[in-house]
């Protein structure tokens, strides 16, 4: 089983549209998550932490389910610039120091 | 914010040749950098974690022979792909960790723009 799962995709979304996903983990231990977006051939950037709480930024609501081990990701009213690919990124704090785990990533296709 | 730079952005190079790429951290300071691979259509993978003035922690399965990761300074981390071949060419990223003064959680990852490297 891979440490950080999620679904490829590709979520084809109609513009303005609602679209989920989650990503599963698999070490009960890790303790930070991170919701990336990387656009084709550049590098990923930031997204948002993922807090247990639940958090939400603008159209975007990211949500910790600790007890089945998994995060999600919402995007509302999708737009256009939103198709990317979402790469779920956990964080394993070790003796040796902090181990980011990047998932496969989801492709998100927004169309008009 | 914080930047981080890494060169080239692209290279092709010759088979046998050896490569190397920069990373540097603009306005911060780096104990640690992290040097990923990607391969198209897949995730990023670690590499090996670079801290300054000491040896690279390397991933299972990364030769640490073939990839020399030297962290020579606290903005500087270089990664030389030696007698690169063509199943080494890829997209090389490397990441820095930034202490934030303001979060407690802890340190914030910047990425670098990323090195296309084509082995011909």
């Known amino acids: 089983r891979k440490e950080v799962e999620q679904d490829p995709g590709p979520f084809n979304v109609p513009e303005g549209a609602t679209v989920a996903f989650n990503c599963t983990y698999s070490n009960s231990a890790s303790q930070s998550f991170f919701w990336y977006r990387q656009d084709c051939r550049k590098e990923p950037k930031l997204l948002m932490s993922v807090y247990s709480s639940g958090n939400e930024d603008g159209r975007f609501t990211a949500q910790l389910n600790r007890a089945s081990q998994y995060i999600s990701l919402l995007i509302r009213d999708s737009k256009l610039s939103d198709s990317a690919t979402y790469l779920c990124v956990v964080n394993l704090i070790k003796a040796a120091g902090n181990k980011l785990t990047f998932g496969g990533g989801t492709r998100v296709l927004v169309k008009p | 914010g914080a930047v981080v730079s890494q060169h080239p952005s692209w290279v092709i190079c010759k088979s046998g040749t050896s490569v190397k790429i920069e990373c540097r951290s603009l306005d911060f300071q780096a104990t640690t950098m992290f040097w990923y691979r990607q391969f198209p259509k897949q995730s990023l993978m670690l590499m090996a974690t670079s801290n300054e003035g000491s040896k690279a922690t390397y991933e299972q399965g990364v030769e640490k022979d073939k990839f020399l990761i030297n962290h020579a300074s606290l903005t500087l981390s270089t990664l030389t792909v030696t007698s690169a071949h063509p199943e080494d060419s890829s997209f090389y990223i490397c990441?820095?960790?930034?202490?934030?003064?303001?979060?407690?959680?802890?340190?914030?990852?910047?990425f670098g723009e990323g090195s296309w490297l084509t082995v011909v």
């Open positions: 990441s820095a960790r930034a202490l934030d003064r303001f979060e407690t959680s802890g340190n914030t990852i910047y």
